[in-house]
């Protein structure tokens, strides 16, 4: 895992987005501008509408911004083609939804593998891989099992385990613990702080849930497309 810690990881500059709905213009975000360091924890808070998944879906190369810069480890996101874009995706940033997007009818280890697949890796070095990932996240014992025979929070743990497998720079989390419960919510946090804290893995998560947010190491509250206000957290 990642352990290289105050290399700057990304920074936004002045990032605009602008969706065009017939003659309708909708400002997603405005101007908006900061760093994140390797090995931060960062939240991202706001309501519906505030802008705060336009700018994770820039952040995780899904859309590209109308203006300003976005660089991730020193690249300039923006001149990257479809070929690179995909590569960033794949290689440096490991996604956790909401929904875990797990396959149905694949089992634990062989979803947590599929990252792989498309790097070249021997069959038995992924299944290790995937093995390890799942280990740290307390899945031990639980490979074969199919999501069907998971619990929620079981399923959102191999999807973070998936998200590891590749050894990202960062992960980035949608709502990661909206569909548990909570208690199950409580323990996929504490797994990202450890991680966090333990291998020194950068993590952006966006969550409308302070109680969440405040197992980070810092929060940016986004309302109408624009920070207005950030707060580092004292754990």
């Keep these: 895992m990642n352990n290289t810690e105050d290399k700057e990881l990304i920074r936004v500059e002045n990032l605009t987005k602008i969706y065009h709905m017939g003659e309708v213009e909708v400002v997603a ?39 300003g810069n976005y660089m991730l480890e020193g690249t300039e996101v923006s001149k990257l083609d479809k070929r690179q874009l995909a590569y960033v995706r794949n290689k440096k940033i490991g996604f956790v939804f909401q929904m875990f997007n797990l396959l149905p009818r694949t089992t634990a280890l062989e979803n947590v593998e599929l990252p792989l697949l498309y790097a070249n890796i021997t069959a038995r070095n992924r299944r290790r891989l995937a093995e390890e990932s799942l280990a740290l996240v307390g899945l031990s014992g639980r490979e074969t099992h199919y999501p069907s025979q998971l619990s929620g929070g079981e399923q959102q743990r191999a999807a973070i385990a998936r998200a590891l497998v590749n050894n990202p720079s960062m992960l980035l989390a949608d709502e990661p613990t909206g569909n ?38 810092r929060m940016m509250l986004f309302r109408d497309g624009e920070i207005i206000k950030e707060q580092i957290i004292n754990n």
């Design 180 to 217: 548990v419960d909570s208690q199950s919510g409580a323990e996929i946090m504490e797994i990202f702080k450890s991680l966090n804290q333990e291998k020194k893995i950068t993590i952006l998560i966006v969550t409308h849930d302070m109680e969440i947010s405040r197992s980070a190491k």
């Design 29 to 67: 975000l405005r101007g908006v501008s900061f760093k994140v360091k390797s090995g931060d924890f960062l939240a991202i808070m706001g309501p519906s509408g505030s802008g705060k998944s336009t700018l994770m879906n820039i952040i995780g190369c899904l859309d590209k911004p109308t203006s």
